[in-house]
Nanobody, 123 residues
Framework: VQLQASGGGLVQAGGSLRLSCAASGRTFSNNAVGWFRQAPGKEREFVVQISWNGGSTSYADSVKGRFTISRDRAKNTVYLQMNSLKPEDTAVYYC?????????????????WGQGTQVTVSS
């Protein structure tokens, strides 16, 4: 599975962005998908994950109530709607697909990774 993350950009604090993660090569409709982010000088951190059918999601406390993950299995795409963005949300955002149907906050549980998309939030 090849994953392509897109939708990043530069936005002012309080603004919104929607990231997309599209799969090619084969479907990932039966795989959990997660978003992670990495800011300069920091370790990669978990943001959110969604189960294979969208029935289960889990968010990092830092984004809860502001970010929403969803998936369109027919389009083989996962979305991350990010609202009320803060400067501390600035990072490269990566999507990843797990081998299993239910995700984890542990990045080692994810096998397929996209190339990342830069999100920059100005104050």
């Amino acid at each position: 599975v090849q994953l392509q993350a897109s939708g990043g950009g530069l936005v002012q604090a309080g603004g919104s962005l929607r990231l997309s993660c599209a799969a090619s090569g084969r479907t990932f409709s039966n795989n959990a998908v997660g978003w992670f982010r990495q800011a300069p000088g920091k370790e990669r951190e978990f943001v959110v994950q969604i189960s294979w059918n969208g029935g289960s999601t889990s968010y990092a406390d830092s984004v809860k109530g502001r970010f929403t993950i969803s998936r369109d299995r027919a389009k083989n795409t996962v979305y991350l709607q990010m609202n009320s963005l803060k400067p501390e949300d600035t990072a490269v955002y990566y999507c990843a697909a797990a081998r299993s149907s239910y995700g984890s906050r542990d990045p080692s549980q994810y096998t397929y990774w996209g190339q990342g998309t830069q999100v920059t939030v100005s104050s």
